[in-house]
């Protein structure tokens, strides 16, 4: 049974950072994309980072919201990939989501979601 538990939200200052855990179990992990998405109240789920595999290694894209300011990270030994948001601002408010898939496809068709965890930014 595949697992993604996603760790490390909270509430935190603009300005401030937070590190976001997703914790992978039942498959095997290195053959897997990952991403990160987020849901705000009242808005629709969007895609923060997605990290692929390809020939040359993993390659990550970030949404123009986020780039420069948040970075993903895996570490396939221990089944986790990580998402460091650093500079947060209010608008980063959501619940955020890991995701997993073997095979690249439309944005929000993932085999897997983890159950999410909450980031607040207070301003």
């Known amino acids: 049974q595949v697992q993604l538990v996603e760790s490390g939200g909270g509430l935190v200052q603009a300005g401030g950072s937070l590190r976001l855990s997703c914790a992978a179990s039942?498959?095997?992990?290195?053959?897997?994309?990952m991403a990160w998405f987020r849901q705000a109240p009242g808005k629709e789920r969007e895609v923060a980072a997605r990290?692929?595999?390809?020939?040359?290694?993993?390659?990550?894209t970030y949404a123009d919201s986020v780039k420069g300011r948040f970075a993903v990270s895996r570490d396939n030994a221990k089944n986790t990939v990580y998402l460091q948001m650093n500079s947060l601002k209010p608008e980063d408010t959501a619940v955020y989501y890991c995701?997993?898939?073997?095979?690249?496809?439309?944005?929000?068709?993932?085999?897997?979601w983890g159950q999410g965890t909450q980031v607040t930014v207070s301003s």
């Open positions: 995701a997993a898939r073997v095979t690249e496809g439309p944005l929000y068709e993932y085999d897997y």
């Open positions: 039942g498959l095997t992990f290195s053959n897997y994309n």
């Open positions: 990290n692929r595999r390809t020939g040359y290694g993993y390659i990550t």
